[in-house]
């Protein structure tokens, strides 16, 4: 059996959002990077602009994952939503009386 292989350059969340969006991150944020969801939310500079709602990938096989990413976007300003599934979405707490 022949290995190849190669190196791939690592981006950020927020280099992408710099370079494709003009530093401006999109209202609608759908983040499902298999087992990495957490680490990026974690990472995302929303200082200057943020997603008005995210929907990203909870797994039950992950333990403690469920907490840890509710924790990171509390602190972020999001507040849960609703889950369909292994998805749950977010909502920027200061929009959720306007939509109840």
């Not at 969801?37 to 997603?51: I, Y």
Request: net charge negative; hydrophobic share 40%; glycine share 4%.
């Amino acid at each position: 059996m022949k290995v190849h292989e190669e190196i791939i350059e690592v981006v950020t969340i927020n280099d992408i959002v710099q370079e494709y969006a003009d530093s401006t991150f999109p209202d609608l944020l759908c983040v499902d990077i298999e087992y990495l969801d957490t680490a990026v939310l974690e990472s995302a500079d929303f200082s200057t602009s943020k997603p008005k709602v995210i929907c990203c990938e909870v797994l039950d096989e992950i333990p403690g994952q469920e907490t840890k990413i509710y924790s990171v976007l509390e602190k972020k300003g999001f507040s849960r939503y609703a889950r369909m599934g292994h998805n749950v979405i977010f909502v920027e707490s200061a929009l959720l009386p306007k939509i109840w």
